[in-house]
């Protein structure tokens, strides 16, 4: 993933994410690397890019091309990233990002973040002092993602929309951020403080009143966050009940005593349809859109 400063080209973050991914033994010799359409699609970059991240990790001497199999973890990888290798603060928080990715932020601890390095316990704690930091190197790491438009957006409610997808994609990508990231008590790391100074800037062209201008980023941040904790729990809901949605509520109806087509007389709303689905991103850009017309009648 990209470094703590966001500027490295995306071929060269996906490189450096699946060098880690090698480095923590998540892949080993012999261990089938990602494939180009695999990288594409986890990353969400185009297939030359994901062409070139393969290019250079065979040049680094990581991985190797076999007929019929593709690209797989050479031997040599495992002598160049083996157990010894001396951990960073940048390392420890990708590795816990991953955990908290794939398993729940719940489950991230000192001791799994070690085990996922190979290294004992409290080795990690020479540089990161406890979990609440790590958690916080976790949230500007994961804002370090954040690719800035090369151009300035023409207009502030242009700016304002780029700057709620950004976070709200954020959140898609790690959906325990939401839930580490204090609008009151913020931690003032380097990517979070950068994403709030762009923000700001365009808000400049809303309006000249700074004080205005903070409680708008404020409102357009705490919606994207509080839109966003949905995330978590859908994931959570879907495994657990291994029913979408839809498939969920159409289920609860013959218990709430009311009736499926008289809630459909009132709202396009039938979740015994089989294509019924509670779109979040669909009401994410509903709500911000609205968000917005309202914010509209602030400008000067």
Wanted: glycine content about 8%; aromatic content about 6%.
């Amino acid at each position: 993933m990209p470094d703590t400063q966001g500027t490295d080209p995306p071929y060269l973050r996906v490189t450096q994410e699946i060098r880690a991914r090698i480095a923590a033994g998540e892949l080993r010799p012999g261990d089938k690397a990602p494939s180009i359409r695999q990288i594409s699609r986890e990353w969400g970059v185009a297939k030359a890019t994901a062409h070139k991240v393969l290019e250079a990790l065979r040049q680094d001497g990581l991985v190797t091309t076999t007929p019929r199999v593709g690209a797989v973890v050479t031997e040599a990888a495992g002598d160049k990233h083996g157990n010894g290798a001396e951990p960073d603060p940048a390392g420890i928080a990708q590795a816990a990002m991953r955990i908290a990715d794939r398993d729940g932020l719940a489950n991230v601890s000192m001791r799994g973040v070690a085990h996922a390095l190979g290294l004992p316990t409290m080795s990690l704690y020479r540089y990161v002092r406890s979990k609440d930091e790590l958690v916080d190197l976790m949230a500007d790491r994961a804002f370090g993602e954040i690719e800035y438009p090369a151009s300035a957006p023409p207009d502030w409610r242009s700016w304002l929309t780029t700057a709620a997808r950004l976070h709200w994609r954020l959140c898609r990508r790690h959906p325990w951020l939401p839930s580490v990231v204090s609008l009151t008590h913020p931690s003032l790391q380097p990517n979070l403080a950068r994403y709030g100074v762009w923000t700001l800037r365009g808000l400049a062209r809303l309006t000249a009143d700074r004080q205005t201008a903070a409680n708008v980023h404020f409102l357009v941040a705490n919606y994207v966050r509080g839109t966003a904790t949905n995330l978590d729990v859908q994931a959570e809901m879907n495994q657990r009940t291994g029913l979408t949605g839809g498939e969920w509520l159409a289920a609860q109806f013959p218990d709430t005593g009311v009736e499926a087509d008289e809630l459909g007389r009132l709202v396009d709303f039938d979740p015994a349809s089989p294509g019924f689905v509670i779109d979040l991103d669909e009401h994410f850009e509903f709500g911000l859109q609205r968000l917005l017309d309202g914010i509209a009648a602030l400008a000067d």
